[in-house]
């Protein structure tokens, strides 16, 4: 057998890879205050296209070098068990890891690398390559999370490894009312044309950096606006979730299509929030239609036509938004009737044949309502945390003042500035995330494998967020609001779902497309709410009678926690069923078939033995 080629080099970035070559990127992470690391590796084809990916999870073994050692062992198996290409490069950060590699020197993890050159000789040719820390950011991620959490790992592979097959949603019966599942970004599969020109038009409009920065203006004034709401309320209980949601609401539809739907604490945002929350909580709803698809076309719980209520109520709001600008373009030439706003660029694409009407406004609908719940139930969890937490909110505010000192009125880039305030809004949304459950993905094909369980085509796999972003293993006291923890991690963990322990926005394709504007408007209005006033809660009120429990409603069918910062119900308490506790508003559901066939209460439970009411006393077991 010929003797494999073997290279070294530097490279600032991947650098050139020949045609026939596997590129293999790997690389180590180590966790703090454990005995622990793990070693990554990751492969893809000389076009980048992801083609497989490992992890190890050492437990005392904590060297660099020696870990990264044992990652380039890792890389060289994944590329033997994926036996794609017979010539491989292999890149490092360690450059004393790779010329060991290449040396007879070869330090104190010389077995290993015994072991690496003794699997080279599978190859025609192996390169080992040092490269810098950038071109090995993804196998960091995935060493990360690794040694972080193992339930990050398999997040990771579900949203790297499996996200084309997991593209696709689980659509509910209800959400199928109205045509409104078939024209909306939000269920529409990602191989749908209709699905990414959508999200195309959505994301280049609305959440470049160019199309953010044209709309920073619009999004200044309302959050001044909100100020000025309060102001007028300065000294009295205010509803804040309320208040909030309705600014939130005029932000958002200033954005879109630069028209206010509410007035600022009025019962209108009160209404329209219900009106949302009812539809997508029927949506949510357990439906037998979705247990046994064939009687869907009986629509049993009339949940379709409840839904379907909701929705035209909701379309036609925005359909008049939609008619009002349609006549006011066509009445006159002049651009000077243009308000050069989203709406704007959705009526050119319309008159142009290229996206119909129903569509334009499912995507307003999609934007203006995932966009507002998102932004809005963050800013409230987050107040409602520092109300609850006095000492938190006082180093936040003076965070504020000692970087920005007398400036009268915050700009929105000024929040930016303030780390610690930026560890208040990741806190809150790791502790409340706004999905605790994300929308429901369905597999699209076989092969999908995650944690060792295989889920068939057709397959509904779902991502509980709220106990991935309270993994113990992953979080130090995981239930408590301690935004300190992202101090020290700020540079590393951020929302854009390549940190598998924190992904309050999802990650992978269907990844909320929002996230760009969201994480600029939630930190500078809580930013503008601590600069302008002192919070307390109301007299008589302590921290621990603050109503704070969790109740699971909907947001775009996307579950959120709710809740009234200044009614507190003290009536009601959780109870507690077989040491689990039962929240108020919590569904229970009893097993009856399970129940009546518990081997600890019945002899041969499955068998049909009538004799068993005799022998038990029919007077002692009876229907009621």
Request: glycine letters at 6%; proline letters at 5%; aromatic letters at 8%.
């Amino acid at each position: 057998m010929r003797r494999p080629q073997e290279t070294i080099g530097t490279a600032t970035s991947s650098g050139f890879l020949a045609n026939g070559f596997l590129k293999i990127n790997v690389d180590v992470a180590t966790g703090k205050n454990v005995n622990r690391s793990a070693a990554a590796a990751i492969a893809r084809d000389i076009n980048g296209d992801f083609l497989g990916a490992s992890a190890l999870v050492l437990e005392g073994i904590v060297d660099p070098e020696t870990v990264e050692a044992i990652a380039c062992r890792e890389g060289m198996a994944l590329a033997s068990d994926l036996a794609l290409l017979r010539r491989i490069r292999l890149a490092s950060d360690c450059s004393n890891v790779v010329r060991s590699i290449l040396e007879q020197d070869m330090g104190s993890y010389g077995p290993i690398i015994k072991e690496i050159k003794a699997r080279r000789t599978s190859f025609e040719e192996v390169q080992f390559v040092h490269e810098g820390r950038s071109s090995n950011g993804e196998a960091h991620t995935i060493a990360r999370s690794s040694v972080l959490s193992p339930m990050g790992t398999h997040v990771w592979e579900a949203f790297t490894w499996h996200d084309r097959r997991l593209a696709a949603r689980a659509v509910p019966d209800a959400a199928r009312a109205f045509g409104f599942a078939d024209r909306s970004v939000v269920w529409l599969p990602s191989s749908d044309p209709m699905w990414k020109t959508q999200r195309g038009v959505v994301a280049s409009h609305l959440f470049t950096p160019r199309g953010l920065a044209s709309t920073r203006g619009v999004r200044e004034h309302r959050v001044r606006e909100l100020v000025s709401y309060f102001l007028e309320r300065a000294g009295r209980e205010v509803e804040v979730g309320h208040a909030v949601y309705g600014g939130v609401l005029n932000l958002v539809s200033n954005v879109i299509c630069s028209v206010d739907v509410v007035d600022v604490g009025a019962d209108s945002a009160t209404g329209l929030r219900k009106l949302v929350e009812d539809l997508v909580e029927l949506i949510a709803t357990p439906n037998v239609s979705d247990l046994y698809p064939f009687l869907r076309s009986l629509d049993l719980q009339g949940w379709r036509r409840f839904a379907a209520k909701h929705l035209e109520k909701i379309f036609s709001i925005l359909d008049g938004i939609v008619h009002h600008r349609v006549e006011e373009v066509r009445s006159s030439s002049s651009k000077e009737t243009q308000n050069n706003d989203f709406l704007d660029a959705l009526i050119e694409l319309m008159s142009t044949g290229k996206m119909a009407r129903d569509n334009v406004t499912s995507i307003l609908f999609d934007v203006f309502t995932t966009g507002s719940d998102t932004i809005a139930i963050t800013v409230e969890w987050a107040m409602a945390e520092l109300l609850r937490n006095p000492s938190i909110m006082a180093k936040a505010r003076a965070e504020i003042k000692g970087v920005l000192g007398d400036k009268e009125t915050i700009e929105e880039p000024d929040a930016g500035s303030l780390p610690y305030l930026q560890a208040v809004v990741k806190e809150a949304m790791r502790l409340h995330p706004v999905p605790p459950i994300m929308l429901p993905h369905k597999a699209v094909e076989d092969g999908v494998e995650v944690s060792g369980y295989a889920a068939p085509q057709g397959a509904t796999v779902i991502f509980n967020v709220w106990a991935i972003m309270r993994d113990p293993v992953a979080w130090e006291k995981p239930d408590d609001f301690m935004p300190e923890r992202f101090l020290d991690r700020a540079a590393q963990v951020d929302f854009r779902g390549k940190h598998f322990e924190f992904i309050p926005f999802g990650s992978g394709r269907r990844m909320c497309p929002g996230l760009p504007m969201a994480e600029r408007v939630v930190p500078f209005i809580l930013a503008s709410l601590l600069h302008a006033f002192e919070w307390h809660l109301p007299d008589g009120v302590s921290a621990e009678q603050l109503d704070v429990t969790e109740k699971f409603t909907t947001a775009n069918n996307n579950t959120h926690m709710a809740f009234n910062f200044f009614i507190q119900i003290s009536s009601v308490h959780p109870d507690e069923i077989s040491g689990c506790a039962v929240l108020k508003g919590s569904t229970m559901i009893f097993n009856i078939w399970e129940i009546m066939r518990d081997p600890s209460a019945w002899e041969r439970p499955d068998e049909f033995v009538p004799e068993r009411w005799f022998l038990n006393g029919a007077a002692e077991v009876d229907w009621n």
